[in-house]
């Protein structure tokens, strides 16, 4: 089965690089040449179901309503690939349980000790936190909360989880596609930290907001005016104007997802160094 939502999602098997056999060593046959494949789909069956955790801070749980829209693939994914431990909505639990994965959605109320308690909680309690979301990536709309309204007037600044705690990945988007959420996990399963990469740079890009465009890409003459930033908008902030993006702040929910979107924004530069002998 996990072999079938791997070629679903267009992610087969990748074995670590330790795992990875030498160039040297591969045998040219056809039939050789199938039998490793499927020593590696063997590999990663036969791994122990990683256990996660979802933690609902403040946020309005479309994250985890974008986790059940993978329809073709859901049932398996969360019993077959999966062990889900905690998680409000998901399981009836009240103790943090040690797990691998724990999916945090939303953004840290800084005057709402149960929200603090439970993330410090989970922090030493899991392997890898993820900060599941643009609430809890880089605050999104809980940026502009000021307090004053009831039933907690006091509850005024929310900051994203990794101004907390340690965040080892980041799933940005308001919210993330049911794609790359199922991606990021069989991903997580395999090890496969190409595909990680930019989740994991993405960690340390919490102060997001639409005019990132105009100063990291079309002030560093960057912009090919594809336009990708105004289609992935959620709000509809974004808009073209002679080839090159405009953004409407009054309507910028600040999830960062324009800039992310941008297929100029993420530019290893490191890794084209070391691949280049630069
Ligand atoms: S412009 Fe749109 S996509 Fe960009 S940060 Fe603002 S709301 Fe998000
Ligand atoms: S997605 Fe990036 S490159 Fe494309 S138009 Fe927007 S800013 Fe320019």
Redesign the pocket.
């Given at each position: 089965m996990l072999a079938r939502i791997k070629r679903f999602l267009g992610m087969e098997a990748k074995p670590k690089e330790d795992e990875k056999v030498p160039v040297e060593k591969k045998v040219p046959t056809e039939e050789k040449k199938v039998a490793s494949e499927e020593e590696v789909e063997k590999v990663a069956e036969e791994k122990p179901k990683p256990r996660i955790g979802y933690i609902h801070l403040s946020g309005c749980t479309g994250d985890v309503m974008s986790l059940s829209e993978n329809y073709d693939i859901l049932a398996p994914l969360l019993t077959e690939m999966v062990d889900i431990v905690y998680g409000q909505t998901l399981v009836d639990r009240w103790d943090i349980p040690e797990m691998d994965i724990a999916l945090i959605e939303g953004s840290v109320c800084l005057q709402d000790e149960h929200s603090l308690h439970e993330l410090k909680e989970v922090r030493e309690k899991a392997g890898l936190v993820v900060a599941f979301g643009s609430c809890a990536a880089t605050g999104c709309f809980t940026r502009y909360s000021r307090g004053g309204q009831q039933a907690q007037p006091a509850h005024e600044s929310f900051v994203p989880v990794a101004d907390v705690v340690k965040v080892d990945l980041a799933i940005p988007g308001c919210p993330p596609s049911p794609e790359i959420i199922a991606k990021t996990v069989v991903a997580v399963i395999n090890g496969d930290m190409d595909y990680l990469q930019p989740m994991m740079d993405l960690v340390g890009y919490t102060e997001a907001c639409g005019c990132d465009?105009q100063l990291k890409?079309?002030n560093q003459a960057?912009?090919?005016?594809?336009?990708?930033?105004?289609m992935s908008c959620p709000t509809r902030a974004?808009s073209?104007t002679a080839?090159?993006?405009e953004v409407n702040s009054d309507r910028c929910v600040k999830c960062g997802v324009?800039y992310i979107?941008?297929?100029?924004?993420w530019w290893p530069m490191e890794r084209i160094k070391k691949d280049t002998g630069l």
């Amino acid at each position: 089965m996990l072999a079938r939502i791997k070629r679903f999602l267009g992610m087969e098997a990748k074995p670590k690089e330790d795992e990875k056999v030498p160039v040297e060593k591969k045998v040219p046959t056809e039939e050789k040449k199938v039998a490793s494949e499927e020593e590696v789909e063997k590999v990663a069956e036969e791994k122990p179901k990683p256990r996660i955790g979802y933690i609902h801070l403040s946020g309005c749980t479309g994250d985890v309503m974008s986790l059940s829209e993978n329809y073709d693939i859901l049932a398996p994914l969360l019993t077959e690939m999966v062990d889900i431990v905690y998680g409000q909505t998901l399981v009836d639990r009240w103790d943090i349980p040690e797990m691998d994965i724990a999916l945090i959605e939303g953004s840290v109320c800084l005057q709402d000790e149960h929200s603090l308690h439970e993330l410090k909680e989970v922090r030493e309690k899991a392997g890898l936190v993820v900060a599941f979301g643009s609430c809890a990536a880089t605050g999104c709309f809980t940026r502009y909360s000021r307090g004053g309204q009831q039933a907690q007037p006091a509850h005024e600044s929310f900051v994203p989880v990794a101004d907390v705690v340690k965040v080892d990945l980041a799933i940005p988007g308001c919210p993330p596609s049911p794609e790359i959420i199922a991606k990021t996990v069989v991903a997580v399963i395999n090890g496969d930290m190409d595909y990680l990469q930019p989740m994991m740079d993405l960690v340390g890009y919490t102060e997001a907001c639409g005019c990132d465009l105009q100063l990291k890409v079309v002030n560093q003459a960057l912009c090919i005016a594809c336009g990708t930033c105004a289609m992935s908008c959620p709000t509809r902030a974004v808009s073209m104007t002679a080839g090159r993006p405009e953004v409407n702040s009054d309507r910028c929910v600040k999830c960062g997802v324009c800039y992310i979107q941008c297929p100029r924004s993420w530019w290893p530069m490191e890794r084209i160094k070391k691949d280049t002998g630069l």
